[in-house]
């Protein structure tokens, strides 16, 4: 594994690389609004990873790196997570296809900076569909702008709500909650499986 900083808008995102000898891809995963990356999910879906042939970078959000928990605006986390994206698609992942993902507020990123981003597909773990009891506060739409290959890892018992399954969107429910923690084994197979399944044309 290899730790260093990479200079964003809103200052510097740290990036731990987990990386395989020959890797065809590289999957990008960012952690939960008051969470880190060493959340057991985003744990099992880079060894996942691993076990498809695909290098996994864990990106740790500015906010996060200065010592903050409160996440910063919508915005300001797209923009992070997009200079995060073109540095390593510049550098160490230059000529890989990226796949975007993250757990919960993560994923959210990962939707919305698909398009701009270049993603060839999305890894949504506990995509928070709206905050709990407050259904009216949908967020569905940010899973609907994306047009690449998308996989929802969902507990069955997520007070964040769950998403359907639509055209490029696959929605895996597994005991649980939003954690995730429920089945950690079948979260890894899932994702194994849909990473050999969505790059196999690329």
Not at 57 to 63: D, G, K, N, T
Not at 133 to 150: H, N, S
Not at 161 to 180: K, M, W
Request: aromatic share 4%; proline share 9%.
């Amino acid at each position: 594994m290899t730790t260093y900083e990479i200079g964003t808008p809103h200052g510097p995102a740290r990036v731990s690389l987990h990386c395989v000898p020959e890797g065809r891809a590289a999957l990008l995963l960012g952690h939960g609004a008051g969470g880190g990356v060493t959340a057991p999910d985003l744990v099992a879906a880079t060894q996942a990873a691993h076990r498809a042939n695909v290098h996994v970078a864990l990106v740790e959000q500015p906010y996060r790196v200065a010592g903050r928990r409160a996440p910063a605006p919508a915005r300001q986390l797209d923009a992070a997570w997009l200079a995060v994206a073109d540095e390593l698609g510049d550098g160490v992942f230059a000529d890989l296809p990226l796949v975007f993902g993250g757990r919960s507020s993560g994923a959210r990123v990962a939707c919305r900076t698909a398009d701009a981003g270049g993603a060839a597909a999305v890894l949504c773990l506990a995509f928070p569909v709206h905050p709990p009891a407050k259904p009216q506060q949908d967020r569905t739409p940010e899973l609907a702008a994306v047009d690449v290959p998308v996989l929802v890892i969902q507990g069955e018992r997520d007070p964040f709500g769950c998403p359907e399954s639509a055209a490029h969107r696959v929605v895996l429910v597994q005991p649980g909650d939003h954690s995730l923690r429920g089945d950690l084994a079948g979260l890894g197979r899932a994702v194994t499986e849909w990473l050999e399944r969505v790059l196999r044309p690329l």
